[in-house]
T-cell receptor, first 110, second 114 residues
Framework: SQQGEEDPQALSIQEGENATMNCSYKTSINNLQWYRQNSGRGLVHLILIRSNEREKHSGRLRVTLDTSKKSSSLLITASRAADTASYFCATDGNNNDMRFGAGTRLTVKP | DADVTQTPRNRITKTGKRIMLECSQTKGHDRMYWYRQDPGLGLRLIYY???????NKGEISDGYSVSRQAQAKFSLSLESAIPNQTALYFCATSDGSGSPETQYFGPGTRLLVL
């Protein structure tokens, strides 16, 4: 079963706009991570937020975490065509494994 | 050079065939993982290993087996491939030291079972 669920499933925006993707999960977590996947390639780790953190920044990325709602959001500001990819959230589960959502496919049009 | 490599990158096989997917890493990590990715389902854990000779089942281990003969290598086998094992397979590693754990992924192996 999936732990994280992203929405929307697909998002299409114009270059320069902001993109917001959301992730919801079901059980308590220690950490939540966001990954990016370019078409046909491996996943790249973007950012990690701990359960006692509410917001974290990395360059044009901003991640928020609301443990009361069991949700997280990833904001990409001033998007670029090169940001086109799929984005996944992952939560740590039992036995130190991680659970991934189905991902949000982001398309940034030039 | 890539830290986590997978071979082959693409594979087409027939139902009933045995195949092996290889994963190698130069990161010196103890922990290695195999995931499969299906459209609309995200990544699901097949098997993982925290050390040489240590093997643990993940969410969907049925129909798969693994071998961890060396720290740097973790192989995934499909003993008798079936069409619903058509998927993108990812290997990942981590150093697993405390928490949090970041996993480093290979480029993936695209498998088609006819």
């Amino acid at each position: 079963s999936q732990q994280g669920e992203e929405d929307p499933q697909a998002l299409s925006i114009q270059e320069g706009e902001n993109a917001t993707m959301n992730c919801s999960y079901k059980t308590s977590i220690n950490n939540l991570q966001w990954y990016r996947q370019n078409s046909g390639r491996g996943l790249v780790h973007l950012i990690l937020i701990r359960s006692n953190e509410r917001e974290k920044h990395s360059g044009r990325l901003r991640v928020t975490l609301d443990t009361s709602k069991k949700s997280s959001s990833l904001l990409i500001t001033a998007s670029r065509a090169a940001d086109t990819a799929s984005y996944f959230c992952a939560t740590d589960g039992n036995n130190n494994d991680m659970r991934f959502g189905a991902g949000t496919r982001l398309t940034v049009k030039p | 050079d890539a830290d986590v490599t997978q071979t082959p990158r693409n594979r087409i096989t027939k139902t009933g065939k045995r195949i092996m997917l290889e994963c190698s890493q130069t990161k010196g990590h103890d922990r290695m993982y195999w995931y499969r990715q299906d459209p609309g389902l995200g990544l699901r854990l097949i098997y993982y290993s925290f050390d040489v000779k240590d093997i643990n089942k993940g969410e969907i281990s049925d129909g798969y087996s693994v071998s961890r003969q060396a720290q740097a290598k973790f192989s995934l086998s499909l003993e008798s491939a079936i069409p619903n094992q058509t998927a993108l397979y990812f290997c990942a590693t981590s150093d697993g030291s405390g928490s949090p754990e970041t996993q480093y992924f290979g480029p993936g192996t695209r498998l088609l079972v006819l």
